[in-house]
Each structure stands twice: as C-alpha cells, then as structure tokens.
C-alpha cells in the first residue's frame, strides 16, 4: 500500500464542506478539527507509527505557519 500526505491550509468554514454531494456513496458522516499533536492517539494502534512519522514532518511547517 503506498500512502501520500498533503499538508493543506482550510480558509473556509465547517459549512463550507459537503459530505453529501454524492448522495449514493457518502463515505464519511461527521468530520472533527484536531490540533496536530491529537492525531496520532485517534488512529488505530498499528497505524501510529506512520502518523507520527508524518507528524513529525508537518510539524515545523505548520509551526512556520502560525508565527506569520
């Protein structure tokens, strides 16, 4: 399985996203905003490790993000 993260900045506002624009395959129900350091203790066990990882990564860019 081969992965790709995006690190994406969100102007918008939670009406602003649409869960239901195809009603016959909705894939998710609720959606939550979690700071970056939360993520790693939602996923499942097995799969922490590349988020940490992948955190790790994103942490300096989203840190240089919010000192602008």
């Not at 395959?25 to 959606?31: L, S």
Request: with cysteine.
């Amino acid at each position: 399985q081969k992965q790709k993260w995006f690190l994406i900045r969100f102007e918008g506002t939670d009406e602003d996203l649409r869960f239901d624009a195809n009603p016959d395959e909705i894939e998710f129900c609720d959606f939550g905003w979690f700071l970056a350091h939360e993520v790693p203790a939602l996923v499942i066990d097995f799969k922490r490790d590349v988020y940490l990882k992948v955190m790790a990564e994103f942490t300096p860019l989203i840190k240089k993000e919010t000192m602008k």
